[in-house]
């Protein structure tokens, strides 16, 4: 009977899953596995081109996936984008809260000193992070507590654990989306369901087309200072790939972790527990 219930924890056949972000480097690789498990995916980006090669990637390998363009700034557009979901695979059981990022105009360097930070940049990551983050939470997790079961996912980051110089707004901005985890998990648990989970894994360095060229230089391919200093606190010696998040998003997605809500779970290759002697 344990043999029966292990062989069927990942396997996600008929689950209705919505990914926003997902046309991104990270989001399309987990948007990509759970297909080949066997979910319905929807994939959720403003970039509707992008959500689309996402959708046939998975399609072509025998999956079911629609694109749907989406702003996770927009209630109204939150809804229609449910509403198409809803039309193509009825009701939504899971939710990854992929969108999210950085603004350069909002990060310190040679040329602007925090005190010089505009205020609209501020707004634009906290923006883009947290409020990108509850509202679809909102549109999508008023379904799930209807149905009184769900999961939602969040992605959060290393740098709400550690943060890193530079980034002080996404710092904080995903020190927030770690902390509306927890209060989300909470909140539907008490008030909704205990069937509904909320939890979110906290990546660590990953090479994106976002920070690349801050990790590595473009010519070469080698180390920058900066990309030099997380290898060296990274006790695994590497940045992350795509592929290194998909175990533990499926864990948190499937029956395997039921008895799990409320957690950020550091993906990170050791750089959360060394202290650099």
Not at 13 to 37: D, K, N, P, Q
């Amino acid at each position: 009977m344990i043999s029966d219930m292990v062989s069927t924890f990942y396997d996600f056949s008929g689950r209705s899953i919505v990914i926003t972000g997902g046309g991104g480097v990270l989001c399309s690789e987990m948007a990509a596995a759970l297909g080949a498990c066997g979910a319905k995916m929807a994939i959720l980006d403003r970039d509707l081109a992008l959500a689309q090669r996402v959708a046939d990637r998975i399609t072509k390998n025998g999956g079911a996936a629609i694109a749907v363009q989406a702003d996770v700034l927009s209630t109204e557009r939150l809804e229609e984008a449910k509403k198409q979901v809803a039309d193509a695979f009825g009701q939504v059981d899971t939710l990854i809260n992929g969108a999210g990022g950085n603004n350069p105009k909002a990060t310190t360097n040679p040329s602007q000193s925090f005190f010089a930070i505009p205020p609209e940049a501020l707004r634009f990551v906290f923006d883009l992070n947290i409020v990108g983050t509850i509202l679809p939470s909102q549109v999508f997790g008023r379904s799930m507590a209807d149905q009184r079961r769900g999961v939602i996912l969040n992605i959060s980051s290393m740098n709400a654990f550690r943060p890193l110089t530079r980034i002080a707004a996404y710092s904080a901005a995903k020190a927030g989306v770690s902390n509306f985890t927890q209060w989300l998990a909470v909140h539907m648990a008490q008030e909704y369901s205990p069937d509904i989970r909320v939890n979110a894994v906290a990546p660590g360095f990953f090479l994106t087309e976002q920070n690349r060229f801050l990790l590595t230089e473009q010519g070469t391919g080698a180390l920058t200072e900066r990309g030099r200093k997380i290898i060296d606190h990274t006790p695994m010696a590497r940045f992350g790939t795509p592929q290194d998040l998909l175990g533990t998003v499926l864990w948190l997605l499937s029956p395997a972790s039921a008895f799990i809500t409320g957690t950020v779970i550091p993906v990170d290759g050791g750089f959360s527990a060394y202290a650099g002697v």
